[in-house]
């Protein structure tokens, strides 16, 4: 049986935000989660990250300031965070 990769959306203020089948999903709840005048990392940039990484972690807000931030968890479907 093969492992599922999932992605696991985590926000400072409200801890988890959801679990994702992919990153494009991720990424567009995480950047919702930091508001629309956050300055966010590009998604070409995020994928980038992940790529060859299993339990890898990705903050996807560009500037650590007043605003919200959340980061990007990629994981295996049966494994803990």
Known sequence: ???KMVYVVTGSEDGL???FGNIKAAYGVAKKF?????PVKPYSWV???FRGFVNCSVDVQDYMGTYATAYIQNC???EEV
Request: hydrophobic letters at 30%.
């Open 1 to 3: 049986m093969s492992n």
């Open 17 to 19: 935000l959801g679990v």
């Open 34 to 38: 930091c508001g629309e005048d956050a």
């Open 47 to 49: 994928c980038k990250q």
């Open 76 to 78: 295996y479907f049966n």
